[in-house]
């Protein structure tokens, strides 16, 4: 079975500018979360799909990132303008549904450098 | 604070040798707990899962215990090889939070030949 699939895996930017991941869940999954991971930190949860709709964004920085799930399978993320904070990497996970047992499988991430 | 807490941060273990990685956790109820393998430019890799009801599960080489009263969890790691190189990120399942998974800082493991 095909994992998630992300892309770019690496990307380079000046602060300012933008940026837009991609991600292909696993085939059948309803369920899709981006998260952002600091170097030496855990996952920390973006934003949650079930389907095309949203379930959990409440950690989303609305201010300057975006998230779109069209027609429930991939989905984009966009940071619109990156700051140097910013700089990580951006895992897309998901999973069957959102019960408590489902496993959610990572994508390898998007790795993030913003100077 | 962090509600999951690793520890320790990294470690470096010889070939062939054993380890215990700690996993203490503030938060509850919670619905599961997990252990996830993530090599380095890799997204993790769930490795077990137990409810609060388990207090051991085994997936190969590794075991990993759960004490729901002291809120503490750990993965052992029997006979390690080159390929348990890896962060190790404990993450607990918040059965408050729409089931919403929390996750530790990860255990940074090191195994040299």
């Known amino acids: 079975e095909a994992g998630v699939a992300q892309s770019p895996r690496y990307k380079i930017i000046e602060k300012r500018q933008s940026v837009a991941f991609w991600c292909n869940p696993i085939?059948?999954?309803?369920?899709l979360y981006w998260y952002q991971q600091i170097l030496g930190q855990g996952p920390k949860l973006l934003i949650q799909?079930?389907?095309?709709?949203?379930?959990?964004d409440s950690q989303l920085p609305k201010d300057r990132f975006s998230a779109e799930r069209l027609k429930g399978v991939d989905s984009t993320l966009k940071i619109q303008p990156a700051k140097l904070e910013d700089s990580a990497v951006y895992l897309c996970a998901s999973s069957f549904s959102r019960g408590v047992m489902n496993e959610q499988f990572f994508g390898p991430g998007t790795r993030l450098t913003v100077l | 604070k962090n509600q999951v807490e690793q520890s320790p941060q990294s470690l470096i273990i010889l070939e062939g040798k054993n380890c215990t990685l700690q996993c203490n956790y503030t938060v509850s109820p919670f619905s599961n707990l997990r252990w996830y393998k993530q090599d380095t430019g890799r997204g993790p890799v769930s490795l077990t899962i137990?409810?609060?009801?388990?207090n051991t599960k085994s997936n190969g080489r590794y075991t990993a215990t759960l004490d729901a009263d002291t809120k503490q969890s750990s993965l052992h790691i029997t006979a390690s090889q080159l390929s348990d190189s890896a962060s190790y990120i404990c993450v607990v399942t918040l059965k408050a939070a729409g089931n919403k998974l929390t996750f530790g800082g990860g255990t940074r493991v090191l195994v040299k030949p």
């Open positions: 137990m409810t609060f009801s388990e």
């Open positions: 085939s059948g999954h309803a369920t």
């Open positions: 799909f079930q389907n095309n709709g949203v379930v959990d």
